[in-house]
């Protein structure tokens, strides 16, 4: 009887994961082991750019792709996991529970946006942090061109000035242009508890914030947060009031809650604690990956962020050492030393930086090329096709 891996999510993490430990299994002439991966549909969401317009198109079917390197797809959605007897429960297509057994798994379930117990959020604020989200998004900003001429109808106030509050409000005033039309007097609001524009990505880059704001019209309220949240606008903290027909809350993500059902250290976002080699710390059959992973990314105390960048460098190294284990090889130790940004900052272009310190490299134009390249490129699946697939996750490819 076959071994089973089971990996749970087809995000970066989870499809790299699939891709990698097949391709190992090739690399030795192993076939006596099945690699599964069970999520709820079978495409890659291009979440990093759900801020765009016309998100119902940031997904990228990869049931070919699993096709072709021999991954077996279950389209569901996990509930439980029973590490003692080691099966997960989960929800199939027709909504009936179901059970699947495993040998190793490899838990790759991303995060969801950390909402806060803020009033009226739940009720009244949008968010980009899932497909379906992006659209209902788009679908109410499309919708405003139908209401009467008003502040409140050309005003969008954004939450949280962190990475993707300053790409979903820069890319703002063009969207909301392209709706109501050039001559609507558009204002666009991030409020954020930072002293100063985007200081919560560093003193260099902030810089380039601060002037890609100014130039496509983007306000800031510092030193601030979002009391409550109604159909009408925002209550500040200092009880101030914005009338606003739309807003968007960006305040963070918090790993997948899958987490709490496997029995180990979380860090504070619920991240499992896991070693080099990307297994959970405590158990010898799971391993992490992606949003779910806290794991070092070098030698000198920095920790993978909850990105795509690090979630598909995570994914090929969880799927080459669970494959490894079984095949009772080496595994390849997961370091990812380099870390890179490229801030997409609407009409303005874009800041490319390098090193933790974020340090720029890339501004406007060239920085907005570098973008676009990541974004319509980059972060793609392979071909549907093993040798490219294989070839592309290998887990010691450099990346950016």
């Known amino acids: 009887m076959k071994q089973h891996i089971l990996v749970i999510g087809a995000g970066f993490g989870g499809m790299w994961t699939a891709l990698s430990a097949t391709r190992l299994f090739d690399l030795h002439g192993h076939d006596s082991v099945e690699v599964t991966v069970l999520a709820p549909q079978a495409e890659l969401r291009v979440r990093p750019r759900f801020y765009e317009p016309n998100a119902h198109q940031l997904a990228a079917p990869i049931g070919e792709l699993f096709d072709a390197v021999g991954v077996r797809f279950i389209k569901g959605r996990a509930e439980t996991i029973d590490v003692h007897n080691k099966q997960v429960g989960y929800l199939d297509a027709a909504g009936a529970q179901q059970l699947c057994s495993y040998d190793k798994l490899v838990l790759a379930t991303g995060s969801r946006l950390a909402r806060s117990g803020t009033a009226g959020v739940n009720e009244h604020a949008f968010d980009v942090d899932q497909i379906e989200q992006a659209v209902r998004l788009e679908q109410h900003l499309k919708s405003l061109a139908d209401q009467p001429d008003s502040a409140a109808r050309n005003t969008v106030v954004v939450a949280g000035g962190g990475f993707t509050g300053i790409e979903t409000a820069t890319e703002m005033p063009a969207r909301l242009r392209a709706i109501l039309g050039e001559a609507a007097d558009i204002k666009v609001i991030i409020v954020d508890r930072g002293e100063k524009i985007g200081a919560s990505m560093g003193a260099d880059i902030s810089v380039s914030i601060a002037q890609a704001s100014a130039e496509v019209g983007v306000e800031w309220r510092l030193k601030s947060s979002v009391a409550g949240v109604d159909a009408d606008g925002v209550t500040l903290a200092d009880r101030q009031r914005i009338e606003a027909s739309t807003v968007i809350w960006t305040t963070g993500v918090r790993a997948s809650s899958l987490t709490e059902q496997i029995p180990g250290e979380r860090d504070a976002l619920g991240r499992l604690h896991v070693d080099s080699h990307l297994k959970v710390i405590g158990q010898d059959d799971i391993f992490a990956t992606g949003d779910v992973a806290y794991a070092a990314s070098d030698d000198i105390g920095n920790h993978a962020l909850m990105t795509c960048q ?46 933790w310190d974020r340090q720029v490299k890339l501004v406007r134009q060239e920085g907005k090329a570098l973008k676009t390249q990541i974004n319509t490129q980059w972060i793609y699946p392979p071909a549907a096709n093993r040798e490219s697939a294989w070839a592309a996750a290998d887990p010691l490819i450099p990346i950016a």
Do not use: F, M
Request: glycine letters at 14%; hydrophobic letters at 40%.
């Open 310 to 355: 690090h979630a598909i460098v995570l994914g090929r190294h969880a799927g080459n050492n669970v494959a490894a284990q079984l095949l009772g090889v080496a595994p390849t130790p997961y370091s990812q030393p380099k870390y890179v940004t490229c801030l997409d900052l609407g009409a303005w272009g874009a800041v490319y930086t390098e090193g």
